[in-house]
């Protein structure tokens, strides 16, 4: 039932980024390095949310090969699996949300769909269900096929050596230090991530859609920079922005796909027409009353 790997490697990586906030309230890290981890936790963050998420899972926006570049190397920073398993999951998820075909389904418990289902097998309904699913893009981008055939590679440089090679070898910083800290960056945006799953699954209001989990939870939202909106991305998943408003509201990855735009990196944003999302909102406002009553 247990995928030990999975249990040992999250105990070691939460075992070193304990040690790093530890270093980090000691004053024993280079501000260098604490800086350094921070660029790497956005671009990180861009990597998810702007790459594996809105483009390759929903297609809810188009990009060049300049700017799919760049979304697969923060990526490989980001270390959350392989595009291709990452949007396999995804998709499972969206379509079966909440059942027992949800990989991270929340029905049992916060924990479970925070991290413990990747701390133990698949229920058979997510292979089962899964496979009715078409992935044919996904299997014909080769973009994505390299990356997935590398993957361990890829990630480890991009993830975890670089970011202990530079601070050592361009300010001193111890090698240990440099790793805790590496570890406190990945650890953490690995919760951030998580709490999409947990918390805006659970915490939060309905307004769009009453009938189901996801929930509206602006502080998961600034954390995941705009992935907090989760009500809203339920209902309408092929928004690029995930999320009703243009405004800042925290969603710096629809800013940042909106410069991609601009620049002509970023084309064909999907967004929900407003009369279905006011229509969307009158029908849950009822829903809730008719509920209550």
């Not at 671009?43 to 990009?63: D, F, I």
């Not at 240990?176 to 650890?187: A, E, I, P």
């Not at 990196?265 to 967004?271: C, D, E, F, I, R």
Request: some cysteine; proline content about 3%; charged content about 15%.
């Amino acid at each position: 039932m247990f995928v030990w790997k999975n249990v040992f490697s999250f105990i070691l990586y939460h075992f070193f980024a304990l040690h790093g906030l530890f270093h980090i309230v000691t004053l024993h890290i280079h501000w260098g390095t604490f800086l350094f981890n921070l660029f790497l936790a956005e671009l990180s963050n861009l990597g998810t949310v702007s790459g594996a998420h809105r483009l390759w899972t929903h297609r809810s926006y188009q990009a060049k090969l300049p700017l799919r570049l760049f979304l697969l190397f923060c990526n490989n920073i980001s270390n959350q699996n392989s595009i291709y398993d990452w949007v396999r999951d995804h998709r499972v998820h969206h379509k079966f949300s909440d059942t027992d075909a949800d990989p991270h389904n929340i029905n049992r418990g916060f924990f479970f769909a925070h991290m413990g289902w990747l701390l133990v097998r698949k229920h058979p309904q997510v292979t089962i269900k899964g496979q009715t699913l078409d992935f044919s893009d996904i299997n014909n981008d080769k973009l994505i096929q390299f990356q997935r055939k590398y993957f361990k590679f890829l990630a480890f440089f991009s993830s975890i050596l670089v970011p202990v090679l530079v601070p050592w070898y361009f300010w001193d910083e111890h090698w240990y230090n440099s790793l805790c800290m590496t570890f406190v960056r990945y650890v953490g945006t690995l919760h951030g991530t998580w709490l999409v799953n947990s918390a805006a699954h659970m915490y939060g209001t309905r307004p769009y859609d009453s009938g189901i989990k996801p929930t509206e939870n602006r502080l998961v939202a600034y954390i995941t920079m705009g992935e907090g909106w989760h009500n809203y991305h339920h209902t309408f998943p092929w928004d690029y922005r995930a999320a009703e408003f243009d405004s800042f509201n925290g969603n710096v990855n629809t800013i940042f796909i909106n410069f991609m735009a601009k620049v002509g990196l970023a084309h064909n944003l999907k967004t929900a027409p407003v009369s279905l999302v006011q229509r969307k909102k009158f029908n849950s406002t009822i829903g809730t009353k008719i509920n209550k009553t």
